[in-house]
C-alpha cells in the first residue's frame, strides 16, 4: 500500500543518478527538483505543487534519476512502488490524459532542441514545410514516397500558391514509382507478426487495422495530426527533412507506437513514418481516443511507459549532439550502445556492438562520410575494429574517458 512518509527540511529524497522505482505525490510542505541543462550544463529548478506527482518518468523509464530531489520545508510526501501506481491509476483517465500531455509537452520541446543543433530552417508554414519533404523524397529518388506526401499536401493544401509544382512532381514520381515497382514485385517479403501486443490481436480491434506497401508514407511531417499507430508487424522508419534532407530519426518495431504527440498536443507532425517493408498498423483516431483509453486503461500505461522511453532517449541523443568534438561524439554512441546493452560482467573492457557507419551517423548527426573518417581514427589507433555487421570496441573505458574529458569543456 502507498505509504506517507515524512522528510525534514533540508533532507533529499532522492538525488540524480539513484537507481529508484518509487513514485511519490506531494501532499503538504516543499519540495524542488535540480537538474542540468543538456545543452548549456546549469543548474534548472522546479517546484513541485501540492497534488503533483514526481519522479514518474524515471520509474516508469527503469533509468536513473535526472534530477534531485530536495526539501526545502518540512513536507509529507505519498510514495508507492509502480504496481501500486498501476493499480491505483490505471483507470483514472483524467490522470494519465494529464501525464500523456505534460510528457508529450516535454518530448516536443527536445525535438525543438535537436533540430536547432541541426540547424533545422524553421519552415513559415505547414504546407512549405510538406512541399519541402516531398522534394527531398523525390532527390533521393524514393518516388513511392514523394507520391503520397504530394497527395497528403494536395488534400490538406488545395489552394495553396505551390499546389500546380505539387501536382507536377507528384506526376512524374508516379511515373517512376511505377517502373521501379514493376521490378521490386517479386522481392517483397511477409511481414512478420513477431513482437505484437497481445493485448491488442482481439477481434475488437480488427477495425482499427491498416495494411501498408513497403515505401508508403503513413504520416508525412508537416500534415495535421488526426490519428496515431500501433505496429502489429513490420518495421516503421522515421525520418525528418532537415535544410531539404532527410535524416533517419528511428525504426520502430511491433508494439510500438507512432503519431500519438499530434493528438495530444493538437501539433502537426513532427516526422515522416514510412513502412520499409510491409506494414500492419491498428489505427487509432482523435475522436475515440479518450474513450480508448477509458475502456483499454492498460493501453494508457503502455502509452505512458513508451512516452517515459523516449524522453530518455531523446535527451541520451541531444547530449551526444551537444558534444563539439567530433571523436568525442563519436565515442558518447558507444557508450549510449554500452548503456541500452549492459553486459554480464561489467568490468570486461571489450565490447562488440551489433552497428554499422550508417548507425552511428544517425546517433552522432554527422554524415557518413565524416563518420566513416572518425572511425578510422579509432581504428588506426586500434580502439576500434570494425566489421561488415559489428563492432567491437576493445576498451570502453577509454571512450567514457574520451567523453568525460570533453563534457567538462563544452
Not at 512549405?128 to 522534394?135: E, F, L, Q, R, T
Not at 506494414?279 to 475515440?288: A, D, G, I, Q, R
Request: aromatic share 10%.
Amino acid at each position: 500500500m502507498p505509504k506517507a512518509v515524512q522528510y525534514t527540511k533540508g533532507s533529499i529524497i532522492y538525488f540524480a543518478g539513484d537507481h529508484d522505482e518509487r513514485i511519490y505525490i506531494l501532499q503538504k510542505g516543499l519540495v524542488i527538483l535540480t537538474s542540468t541543462d543538456i545543452e548549456t550544463g546549469t543548474p534548472v529548478t522546479e517546484q513541485v505543487k501540492t497534488g503533483e506527482f514526481f519522479g514518474v518518468k524515471s520509474a516508469l523509464g527503469h533509468f536513473p534519476r535526472e534530477e534531485t530531489a530536495t526539501v526545502l520545508q518540512d513536507t509529507i510526501a505519498i510514495t508507492m512502488t509502480i504496481q501500486e501506481f498501476e493499480t491505483i491509476f490505471s483507470s483514472n483517465k483524467d490522470v494519465i490524459l494529464k501525464m500523456l500531455r505534460v510528457f508529450s509537452g516535454q518530448l516536443r520541446q527536445i525535438h525543438k532542441k535537436t533540430e536547432s543543433i541541426l540547424k533545422q530552417k524553421v519552415n513559415e508554414n505547414q504546407a512549405d514545410g510538406m512541399y519541402s519533404v516531398a522534394k527531398s523524397f523525390y532527390k533521393d529518388e524514393q518516388y513511392r514516397a514523394c507520391c503520397d506526401v504530394c497527395l497528403k499536401y494536395l488534400t490538406n493544401y488545395p489552394t495553396a500558391p505551390d499546389k500546380d509544382a505539387v501536382a507536377k512532381i507528384y506526376a512524374d514520381a508516379k511515373l517512376r514509382a511505377e517502373k521501379l515497382k514493376s521490378r521490386k514485385a517479386a522481392s517483397a517479403a511477409p511481414a512478420s507478426t513477431e513482437g505484437a501486443l497481445k493485448q491488442f490481436s482481439l477481434p475488437a480491434f480488427d477495425r482499427f487495422a491498416k495494411k501498408y506497401e513497403p515505401e508508403q508514407v503513413i504520416i508525412s511531417e508537416f500534415e495535421p495530426g488526426n490519428s496515431f499507430y500501433l505496429i502489429q508487424s513490420g518495421e516503421v522508419q522515421l525520418v525528418k527533412c532537415v535544410n531539404g534532407n532527410k535524416k533517419n530519426l528511428d525504426i520502430l518495431k511491433p508494439g510500438e507506437f507512432f503519431g500519438e504527440m499530434a493528438i495530444l498536443d493538437n501539433s502537426p507532425r513532427s516526422a515522416t513514418c514510412m513502412a520499409i517493408g510491409p506494414v500492419e498498423c491498428l489505427e487509432f483516431n482523435k475522436e475515440n481516443f479518450a474513450l480508448l483509453i477509458t475502456g483499454n486503461p492498460q493501453l494508457a500505461l503502455i502509452l505512458l511507459k513508451l512516452f517515459c522511453k523516449r524522453i530518455y532517449d531523446q535527451k541520451r541523443r541531444l547530449r551526444i549532439l551537444t558534444i563539439k568534438d567530433l571523436p568525442a561524439r563519436i565515442a558518447d554512441v558507444f557508450l549510449m550502445y554500452d548503456e541500452m546493452n549492459p553486459v554480464a560482467n561489467p568490468a570486461e573492457h571489450s565490447r562488440k556492438f551489433s552497428v554499422t557507419v550508417a548507425d552511428i551517423a544517425h546517433w552522432s548527426g554527422l554524415t557518413p562520410e565524416i563518420t566513416r573518417d572518425e572511425i578510422n581514427k579509432y581504428v588506426e589507433k586500434r580502439k576500434l575494429e570494425v566489421y561488415d555487421t559489428y563492432m567491437v570496441v576493445t576498451n570502453i573505458a577509454d571512450m567514457k574517458r574520451t567523453v568525460d574529458s570533453k563534457l567538462s569543456l563544452n
